[in-house]
């Protein structure tokens, strides 16, 4: 089957298509790409980018990236692009894609994703063996559960699921159940009960784990309004303390959260809309370091682990935000690549070490596809760092 526009406008905001999305509506494009070798002349160091293809950037390794290609029949492809060999290797395929979160997980070599795929579409959890280079089907789920966000601990992986079908945030049973790979068994960490209609009760909307604790983000129904919470957890499910985030929900005009991001005492959270914004927490509280910024995005990782340097970044400009998360100095550099034809930054990967791969691409709103211009860098945080203040 063909994934239909609806579908292939959630893939571009939740699958990392951006490279591909258009500036003013979403719709896809075809994209010329700068460099198709990874040693071309200039400043910085490219990677190959299909411009034939839907692309999905999906992780950055310490030695490669990993992405999507979606085919006219609705099934997705995946490679892995070796950035020391410069060598492709073809991973699999998941028939009839349908959707996925852009939260991806790294634990013991294999990079783990749900995505509602198939005929039904349940789909289930599926992993990409970096070792074996393979991508195969884990679990196959009951009902449809429309964005499955994963997290990963030092040896389980973490999922946000529903008991019914429809998003977690409509449905009225949520919980995080924690799969252990050694042992294929799951079980469940947290589970509230709600009822959305009536906003009483609690559902969960989304959630990330920092490898130490868990961050929750709870919708409470109180007296007929529904009051957010950031609550913090053990890896176990105790309870440890919460977070009143009503300030924040009414300035993103209580959309729905697309991602949450905890690096030790430092928080970023974003919305559909692409509004995001980054603070601290102390305490029982919340503390804004930025404005509440439309395409204030932050650089994608699959690894739990805080980096001692977090990367954000303005999306369609060169302004690239650099944190560290032991002080909390956020400093911003500048990065415009080497091509004139690409005038701002659509997407970053981090990987778990130093480095990042760079997305820039040309935002204009009179061009035609044939037009736009992309280019894919890979930098170190070093190189990042040189020109920030």
């Not at 699958?15 to 040693?39: I, Q």
């Not at 992993?127 to 030092?154: C, P, R, W």
């Not at 005492?265 to 804004?288: C, H, Q, R």
């Not at 690894?303 to 954000?312: D, G, P, Q």
Request: glycine content about 6%.
């Amino acid at each position: 089957m063909r994934i239909n526009r609806f579908f292939a406008s959630c893939l571009l905001l939740c699958m990392l298509a951006a490279a591909c999305a258009s500036a003013d509506n979403g719709s896809t494009e075809a994209v010329r790409s700068s460099s198709n070798d990874s040693s071309a002349s200039g400043k910085y160091a490219t990677l190959p980018f299909n411009p034939s293809k839907i692309q999905m950037l999906l992780a950055l390794t310490k030695d490669s990236y990993i992405y999507g290609e979606l085919d006219g029949q609705g099934d997705c492809h995946y490679f892995r692009y070796d950035i020391y060999t410069k060598k492709t290797a073809a991973l699999g395929t998941v028939k009839l894609f349908h959707v996925a979160s852009n939260s991806m997980a790294m634990l013991n070599n294999r990079l783990y994703f749900h995505a509602g795929a198939g005929e039904n579409p349940n789909g289930g959890l599926f992993a990409i063996d970096l070792k074996k280079n393979s991508v195969k089907q884990i679990q196959t789920e009951d009902h449809f559960m429309g964005l499955v966000y994963v997290a990963a601990t030092t040896d389980k992986l973490l999922m946000l699921k529903s008991e019914a079908s429809g998003s977690a945030a409509s449905a009225g049973t949520t919980y995080i159940e924690a799969y252990d790979p050694a042992k294929d068994k799951t079980s469940r960490v947290l589970e509230v009960h709600g009822d959305p209609a009536a906003k009483s009760g609690e559902s969960i909307s989304n959630f990330t784990s920092d490898n130490k604790q868990l961050y929750v983000l709870l919708q409470k129904g109180d007296s007929g309004k529904v009051v957010p919470y950031l609550s913090i957890y053990s890896l176990d499910g105790t309870f440890i303390r919460s977070i009143n985030l009503s300030a924040i929900y009414e300035k993103m005009l209580n959309q729905p959260i697309s991602e949450v991001k905890v690096m030790n005492d430092y928080l970023f959270i974003s919305n559909f809309s692409g509004n995001g914004i980054l603070g601290k927490i102390d305490g029982d509280s919340f503390i804004p370091i930025t404005d509440l910024t439309l395409d204030f995005d932050h650089a994608q990782s699959a690894s739990s682990a805080t980096r001692k340097i977090e990367v954000f970044f303005q999306k369609g400009t060169n302004d690239v935000y650099l944190l560290n998360t032991a002080t909390g100095e956020l400093k911003k550099s500048v990065f415009t690549g080497d091509s004139a034809d690409d005038n701002g930054i659509a997407y970053i990967l981090e990987d778990e070490q130093n480095h990042a791969a760079i997305l820039r691409r040309s935002f204009a709103r009179d061009l035609t596809p044939e037009q736009v211009h992309a280019s894919f860098y890979y930098v170190s945080l070093e190189e990042l760092a040189a020109n920030a203040n």
